[in-house]
Nanobody, 115 residues
Framework: QVQLVESGGGLVQPGGSLTLSCAAS????????MSWHRQTPGKEREFVAV???????NYADSVKGRFSISRDNANKMVYLQMNSLKPEDTAVYYC?????????WGQGTQVIVSS
């Protein structure tokens, strides 16, 4: 059974940092592309960052230079280090796995950036 479980969300002040984690199981993690996306009420889910199975990364312009995605294939984990957080980063953050034509999503973790 495929599972993606996000953790690490919470309330943080503007300018602060958070690290999100995504624990994967039930599929060939090391050969999958892993990404983070986020969604706010009334808006479509948007891409944040991706890391390929060989470690190549790409970021949305809005987070470039502030966020960093990484993966640990041995432990089937993917991380999103978020620095210099802004109120507009407030959203539910989702982990996604892309393996061939199959896409899997986690349940999301809430991030609130507010003073």
């Amino acid at each position: 059974q495929v599972q993606l479980v996000e953790s690490g969300g919470g309330l943080v002040q503007p300018g602060g940092s958070l690290t999100l984690s995504c624990a994967a199981s039930g599929f060939a993690f090391s050969t999958s592309h892993m990404s983070w996306h986020r969604q706010t009420p009334g808006k479509e889910r948007e891409f944040v960052a991706v890391i390929g199975n060989f470690g190549g990364t790409n970021y949305a312009d809005s987070v470039k230079g502030r966020f960093s995605i990484s993966r640990d294939n041995a432990n089937k984990m993917v991380y999103l280090q978020m620095n210099s957080l802004k109120p507009e980063d407030t959203a539910v953050y989702y982990c996604k796995a892309l393996l061939g034509t199959n896409t899997y999503w986690g349940q999301g973790t809430q991030v609130i950036v507010s003073s």
